[in-house]
């Protein structure tokens, strides 16, 4: 497992830092976004360390897939059959912190294109 110095999702993942952990797999956690955008608002995070999408793509493509998997087993188990699945991709269109995240909002209207 590979983990980055002072990454706050590296800590959620090692447990160091407390989260509400809602699914786990080998390769996964899911755990609530602590400023919820929608009643349904996780973060689907590998636990090892990349910093975007783009890289955890290109360095480990079945974790890619199991991120989306994740995000759909917690939307079913929520009761939610239309979801939306985000990755922020660089600060310029908000993305704070750098392990890859993948968001699933779900429970409320969303309107396209977003803000
Ligand atoms: P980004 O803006 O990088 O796409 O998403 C980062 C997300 O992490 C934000 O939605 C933010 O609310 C969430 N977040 C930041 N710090 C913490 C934390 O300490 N715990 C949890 N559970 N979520 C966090
Ligand atoms: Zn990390």
């Known amino acids: 497992m590979t983990a980055a110095d002072d990454c706050l999702f590296c800590k959620i993942v090692a447990g ?8 786990v ?3 996964a956690v899911a755990f ?8 349904t608002h996780v973060l689907v995070v590998p636990r090892d360390h990349y910093a975007n999408a783009v890289e955890l793509a290109e360095g480990d493509p079945a974790v890619t ?17 239309d979801y939306r699945l985000v ?9 704070t912190v750098f392990h890859t995240h993948l968001h699933l909002l779900a429970g409320r209207p969303m309107t396209w294109p977003p803000g």
């Open 32 to 39: 609530r976004d602590i400023n919820a955008q929608a009643p």
């Open 65 to 81: 897939a199991e991120l989306v998997r994740v995000a759909a087993a917690v939307a079913t188990a929520e009761g939610h059959d």
């Open 25 to 27: 797999t080998e390769s």
């Open 87 to 95: 990755f922020n991709t660089g600060p310029g269109v908000g993305q």
């Open 16 to 23: 160091e830092i407390p989260a509400e952990v809602v699914h």
